[in-house]
């Protein structure tokens, strides 16, 4: 079955800084990863997703991730934060029919 | 405007009341999904449908039941045998294997 693991249920960085939230994914078949973004007390937005080609994909908002097959890594960054990037993260793996989401990460910007 | 419409956004019940929360979508997508959010648990998988008159449980079914009559609707019921209701309830759908889903804005159920 299927699973994902994020690293740091809660991350803090500057304004400007780097932002990284990691994402281990595990799947018996060749996955397909995705990055969402919630605000408060709303749905989930889809910020990218890999499903075969290109390693690193471009989403929306300035975010970027690398699927890494070697080390079943899926791990979301962007070079410069900005205050309206606070929100909640999610990865999510895609197995056939079941889409399957990890515990979600907190991104907190610091002025 | 295409989407994917909850209702009601909050939802108060006493104990013991079956519930009935409402997803439609006009985006024409064949698979609809509802998802229970509780804080640091992520989203995790009630039912899932992946065509009209047909779905499967997902890894927290016990307690909910769902019905797919039609395309654009996927209603969940919560009823008394759900031990712990108070949650948010996100639906999606999407247009089938391996793909991204949309999700819409989510009920929040308050039992009392």
């Known amino acids: 079955a299927q699973s994902v693991t994020q690293l740091g249920s809660h991350v803090s960085v500057s304004e400007g800084a780097l932002v990284l939230l990691r994402c281990n994914y595990s799947?018996?078949?060749?996955?397909?990863l995705f990055w969402y973004v919630q605000y408060p007390n709303q749905g989930l937005q889809l910020l990218l997703k890999y499903t075969t080609g290109a390693t690193l994909v471009k989403g929306i908002n300035g975010f970027e991730a690398e699927f890494k097959k070697s080390e079943t890594s899926f791990h979301l960054t962007k070079p410069s934060a900005h205050m309206s990037d606070a929100a909640e993260y999610f990865c999510a793996v895609s197995e056939l029919a079941k889409l399957t989401f990890g515990t979600g990460t907190r991104l907190t910007i610091i002025p | 405007d295409g989407g994917i419409t909850q209702s009601p956004k909050y939802l108060f019940r006493k104990e013991g009341q079956n519930v009935t929360l409402s997803c439609e979508q006009n985006?024409?997508?064949?698979?609809m999904y509802w998802y229970r959010q509780d804080p640091g648990q992520g989203l995790r998988l009630i039912y899932y449908?992946?065509?009209?008159?047909?779905?499967q449980k997902g890894d927290i079914a016990e307690g909910y039941s769902v019905s797919r009559e039609k395309k654009e609707s996927f209603p969940l019921t919560v009823t008394s045998a759900q031990k712990n209701p108070t949650a948010f309830y996100l639906c999606?759908?999407?247009?089938?294997?391996?793909?991204?889903?949309?999700f819409g804005q989510g009920t929040r159920l308050t039992v009392v």
């Open positions: 985006l024409n997508h064949d698979a």
């Open positions: 999606a759908s999407g247009r089938g294997v391996n793909t991204e889903a949309f």
């Open positions: 449908s992946q065509i009209v008159n047909d779905f």
């Open positions: 799947s018996s078949v060749p996955p397909y």
